[in-house]
């Protein structure tokens, strides 16, 4: 008689329940599990040890509601993680009053599902190679009465600043999730460049893949690109030297808007991962950061648009190259396109 296989001890098996049909892998064990180490959940994923319906898992997998994955043993909130030869973390702290304040300062919008925080450029959204201070980490200073924590259902580059939303509650997350998945959710970009780009309003359908030369960089030759598709309007430009310029992506490839910018000639200022030197201009704008904002987001079609105010830093540059953008910080660059 065969015997079935037991599953080694603190190892479970989790069903995906109906609201969280559609969430990438990574993005439900985040939200199943909120203490989790982002390093150790990457190492785990990389690794194997997760299984979904008892084939090995990709990180970027969707799931459906039914499935069954297969979580080894994690480190529970009150138990921090063990880094290899060394001792064992602090949990993560509380977030200080100070710092609290600050992230309640950065909201834009809220209501029963979702809250609108204006990022800054400079923080990352979550804990990684050297991030000891990230957005995940201060995010029980927006929890509810009952302790339940706003979830993130996007990001942005650390670099990039601007309008990005949290769910409140599981329901709202899985919602959230499927309108960006969906592109229902309608995000608008603005970027200062270092060139103008060929046209008043054009689109950018080059195919991106990550790069084979190491480090995270986007490229059309990839072995893996993809179709990639950004919408984008000229709003201002001084000459042929800098413009300001509304996007539009209709896909969410890593780096999209930054790779499809530098692939017309027109790199986000500031940008030397994509556009080199030519992304400072003759060089007098080179320590200014990069210039690409997540201007609005309408996360559905009979929703409100929420828009988030230029960084200082962008305003500082748009001011010295004399780019003013007029009407367009009132109105919609798409509308009627």
């Known amino acids: 008689m065969t015997r079935a296989p037991q599953n080694p001890a603190g190892v479970r098996l989790l069903t995906v329940a109906a609201d969280e049909a559609g969430l990438r892998l990574d993005r439900w064990f985040l939200l199943r599990f909120p203490g989790l180490p982002f390093g150790r959940l990457q190492r ?89 201070r990230h957005l995940d980490g201060l995010l029980g200073a927006l929890a509810a009465a009952d302790g339940d924590r706003p979830r993130l259902v996007h990001r942005l580059d650390r670099d990039t600043s601007g309008v990005l939303l949290l769910a409140r509650g599981r329901q709202s997350a899985a919602a959230l999730a499927q309108a960006f998945r969906d592109r229902t959710a309608r995000k608008t970009y603005w970027a ?60 969410g490839r890593t780096h999209q808007l930054r790779a499809h910018l530098a692939s017309v000639g027109a790199p986000v200022l500031g940008d030397g991962k994509y556009g080199g030197r030519a992304a400072f201009g003759a060089g007098e704008l080179a320590g200014h950061g990069l210039h690409l904002h997540a201007r609005a987001i309408r996360p559905a079609a009979a929703g409100p648009e929420i828009r988030a105010p230029l960084p200082p830093h962008m305003v500082k540059t748009l001011n010295a190259l004399g780019l003013d953008p007029g009407v367009w910080l009132d109105a919609d660059p798409f509308d009627g396109l």
Do not use: C
Not at 90 to 116: E, T, V
Not at 221 to 250: C, I, K, M, Q, S
């Open 44 to 132: 785990i994923l990389r690794t194997g040890q997760v299984r979904v319906d008892g084939g090995r898992a990709r990180t970027g997998q969707r799931l459906a509601a039914g499935q069954q994955v297969r979580v080894p043993p994690l480190p529970s909130k009150a138990s921090p993680e063990t880094p290899r030869g060394g001792k064992p973390r602090a949990p993560a702290a509380a977030p200080s009053p100070a710092d609290a304040a600050w992230l309640r300062g950065l909201i834009l919008y809220q209501d029963a599902r979702m809250i609108a925080l204006n990022k800054p450029a400079g923080l990352a959204v979550q804990g990684g190679s050297g991030q000891t």
């Open 192 to 251: 200062v460049t270092a060139g103008r780009p060929p046209a008043v309003r054009g689109r950018i359908d080059t195919p991106l893949g990550k790069s084979e030369g190491g480090g995270q960089r986007m490229t059309a030759d990839a072995p893996d690109a993809r179709t990639a598709l950004t919408e984008y309007r000229l709003l201002d430009h001084a000459g042929d030297r800098f413009a300001l310029v509304a996007l539009r992506p209709h896909t």
